[in-house]
């Protein structure tokens, strides 16, 4: 019997609701792997308990097959299920996938609060990520132009500053970020003046809208905002949502390596909507020298569990811990101790 912990299993199920996605004729058997996954990592049990008492199917969206799959997990550490369907996406196991000790996480750097689209105040969201030993949490609201989320200027980033240091004397062990997601313009400019920018802890640039661009002026558009220099991440770099929108197409090794260049980390977005970038895009990322950040992009504190159970991605890319911002952001953000 394995010690297979939760994380470990959500991850699998993941994976294997992600390879499932790619076939449309199994988009609902994708969606039940994808929503069980989902479960065991917000309900995190004990499942070998749960194997010897015969009751893996008692878990919320967990049929008979995925009870299989589990059993399979528990008794001999892998599932061979998995392994069929990677080789069927021309996605085989590789020698050079890493190991990531997700205890040494040290925090997100990509969440949303109610001061935009997220649904929990940032006092819910502190309270949520200090719950789960986060040394620290980022919040990072949309910027102005997404109107529809109602972003950020000047003004209100000043406000939430203003109530962010209100929140973090209620959370002590915990220090509070204030970062913004800010939108990468159709020319590579960013939607808020670098006054602004500069006083934020950090910088997530991401692109939202027009992903379709011709390539040439994406990759314009692209490699300008890695170059811009209070940038420190970029939010999916691509934009895709796996199963419904292909993300945008751009020379991603030259901006990889641009990024690498100017010490701007690529994110892993955990959120299974977007598992963007892609374990194989993450490679060629990794090949081209980038760090990395490991985010949820969580929008409650529940969401907080993409991380782990989307950190497969990162495994299968071969990117080691030491790579990911977020298993070292003492490193950058030294707290006062
Ligand atoms: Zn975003
Ligand atoms: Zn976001």
């Known amino acids: 019997m394995r010690e297979v912990d939760a994380a470990t299993a959500a991850q699998t199920l993941s994976e294997i609701g992600y390879l499932l996605r790619q076939d449309p004729n199994q988009k609902f058997r994708a969606k039940a792997f994808s929503s069980a996954a989902w479960a065991i990592a917000q309900v995190k049990p004990d499942l070998v308990e749960l194997h010897e ?30 392994d069929r369907l990677r080789g069927e996406t021309g996605q085989p196991a590789r020698e050079d996938e890493s190991e990531l000790d997700l205890r040494a996480y040290q925090g997100d750097l990509h969440s949303h609060t109610e001061w935009s689209d997220g649904k929990s105040t940032m006092l819910e969201m502190a309270q949520g990520a200090k719950a789960r030993g986060y040394r620290y949490l980022g919040v990072t609201d949309h910027s102005p132009r997404i109107t529809v989320v109602h972003g950020l200027d000047a003004e209100r980033l000043l406000a939430q500053s203003q109530q962010m240091a209100e929140v973090q004397k209620q959370v002590e062990g915990l220090t509070l970020l204030q970062g913004i997601e800010v939108d990468i313009l159709e020319d590579g400019s960013l939607d808020l003046p670098d006054a602004v920018l500069e006083i934020l802890d950090f910088v ?51 901006v990889f390596r641009e990024a690498a260049k100017r010490g701007v980390a690529v994110e892993i977005d955990c959120d299974p909507a977007r598992m963007d970038l892609s374990p194989e895009m993450a490679r060629l990322a990794l090949e081209c020298g980038c760090n990395f950040a490991l985010s949820s992009d969580a929008h409650s504190p529940a969401e907080f569990d993409y991380v782990p159970m989307g950190a497969w991605m990162a495994r299968r890319a071969g990117i080691p811990q030491d790579r990911i911002l977020n298993f070292h952001l003492d490193r950058r953000f030294r707290p006062a101790s």
């Open 204 to 254: 997530i640039a991401s692109p939202h809208v027009k992903l379709r661009q011709e390539p040439a002026a994406m990759t314009q558009r692209m490699r300008r905002a890695v170059s811009h220099p209070h940038v420190d991440l970029i939010g999916h770099p691509t934009g895709r949502r796996p199963g419904s929108r292909e993300g945008a197409s751009y020379d991603f090794e030259l």
């Open 53 to 82: 008492e015969g009751q893996l199917a008692s878990l919320p969206g967990v049929g008979e097959g995925i009870a299989k799959v589990l059993t399979e997990l528990i008794e001999n550490g892998h599932s061979r299920y998995l």
